[in-house]
């Protein structure tokens, strides 16, 4: 067989590796953390929110070891533009997204606050440098914990956790299992899709940061859409909202934090409007938060053709 359709299949073996990797991580480790009597509500907006951003995670740390720095960060910024613009803007118009006003407290100023952040840094170092990532990775153990600690001293109610998380507890054994055979199977999904899509980049002279911010990071968010999607065609509550909000979080914190303290992350290829698109739309979904009790099917037909705008611009950027 050729290169080209060795690459390919390894890429698409890569993305559904990567997929029931956060599959059985997030069954193995909401399972631990049940015996742990944590509250379901942290466990969606935490555990569930980290394990479907691993992925990403993944995919940032194998790309930023092997020097790709244009990978690593455009997979998280690409991967948040995709998260709101085109997982929850499809998810709004398959049906109206119910807006829990609990994440206005404390989740979508974060959110906010990490992407200034974010691009701050970028501004300073072209990238992350270990130190900022260091500050970035404390604020996602000071979410985590302060997200447990506010649960408890609250107390959380039946209603809190039904609609946040699908809650199923199985074997301790099989539970630890599952957590190890997730991590592997990401390990190894990531070095496939990242693989392919350095090969792809450099046979076709397509920028890597251009089919990180698009490819890359659709591969690496479909663990999010499958789990908005699912949700909107349920009429679940805000599981759709909660689920983009904490990856989105997650993706700057943990992975922009992770990252680069294992080794610093250099980017040429990522620009301001890149950047300047990721915050927008966050900035966007938290004024319809503010001013609407839901997110109506005209918001997310506006979502949608935004990314639809965005990603007609990375296609004329490579022209």
């Known amino acids: 067989m050729s290169a080209w359709v060795i690459n390919i299949l390894m890429g698409i073996l890569g993305g559904v590796m990567l997929y029931y990797g956060a599959e059985f991580l997030v069954k193995g480790g909401v399972s631990i953390a049940l015996k742990f009597k944590i509250s379901p509500l942290v466990i969606g907006l935490t555990l569930v929110a980290f394990a479907t951003s691993a992925p990403e995670l993944a995919v940032s740390i194998n790309a930023s070891l092997k020097g790709h720095g244009d990978v690593a960060l455009g997979n998280v910024v690409g991967s948040n533009i995709c998260n709101i613009a085109l997982i929850l803007g499809l998810s709004a118009l398959i049906a109206p997204l119910p807006v829990n006003r609990k994440l206005l407290k404390l989740d979508m100023p974060l959110m906010m606050a ?24 404390a604020g996602v153990v000071s979410y985590t914990v302060w997200s447990v600690y506010a649960s408890r001293k609250e107390g959380v109610s039946e209603d809190d956790g039904g609609d946040e998380v699908e809650i199923k507890e199985i074997n301790t054994f099989l539970s630890i299992g599952l957590v190890i055979a997730g991590l592997l199977t990401l390990v190894f999904g990531a070095k496939f899709f990242v693989g392919c899509a350095t090969f792809v980049a450099a046979k076709l002279g397509v920028p890597e940061a251009v089919i990180a911010l698009t490819i890359v990071a659709f591969g690496t968010s479909l663990p999010e859409l499958a789990t908005s999607v699912v949700a909107a065609l349920k009429h679940e509550q805000d599981i759709a909202i909660g689920n983009v909000v904490g990856s989105d979080i997650f993706n700057i914190l943990s992975i922009m934090g992770i990252s680069p303290m294992i080794k610093p992350v250099t980017a040429q290829g990522i620009n301001y409007l890149d950047f300047g698109v990721m915050i927008g739309v966050a900035l966007a979904l938290w004024v319809m938060m503010i001013f609407g009790k839901k997110i109506t099917r005209t918001e997310g037909l506006f979502f949608l053709l935004i990314n639809t705008a965005y990603v007609g611009y990375l296609v004329y950027r490579v022209i």
Request: proline share 0%; no cysteine.
């Open 114 to 137: 990490a992407s200034l952040a974010l691009l701050l840094f970028f501004w300073l170092s072209n990238g992350v440098n270990r130190w900022q990532g260091a500050i970035l990775f």
